[in-house]
Nanobody, 122 residues
Framework: QVQLVESGGGLVQPGGSLRLSCSASGSIASINAMGWYRQAPGKQRELVAG???????NYADSVKGRFTISRDNAKNTVYLQMNSLKPEDTAVYYC????????????????WGQGSQVTVSS
């Protein structure tokens, strides 16, 4: 299958910045979209940001103007630059990819990373 490995989470003070990365590996035929969901304690999982293979992006209203998603297609990697972080951004961030495996290139599935803890606290 397709494997997603996340990195870049951690502890940061309010107003600080973090950069998450997510790399896809395996016998990948194509990637339609990649991005992050997040889930805070007691809250519903929500889409934070996504980017399509063509470069179209979308963001949750709560992060617009603060977060920027980008991609490196050659590396099958997506980045989430998070600036002006707030305590309410504290959550586990899960990378996702809508991708097709090489052995079944005609089928597209959602794949998930292991999750990265982002904690914003003074």
């Amino acid at each position: 299958q397709v494997q997603l490995v996340e990195s870049g989470g951690g502890l940061v003070q309010p107003g600080g910045s973090l950069r998450l990365s997510c790399s896809a590996s395996g016998s990948i035929a194509s990637i339609n979209a990649m991005g992050w969901y997040r889930q805070a304690p007691g809250k519903q999982r929500e889409l934070v940001a996504g980017i399509t293979s063509g470069g179209s992006t979308n963001y949750a209203d709560s992060v617009k103007g603060r977060f920027t998603i980008s991609r490196d297609n050659a590396k099958n990697t997506v980045y989430l630059q998070m600036n002006s972080l707030k305590p309410e951004d504290t959550a586990v961030y899960y990378c996702y990819a809508d991708a097709s495996h090489g052995s079944a290139w005609w089928a597209s599935y959602d794949y998930w990373g292991q999750g990265s803890q982002v904690t914003v606290s003074s």
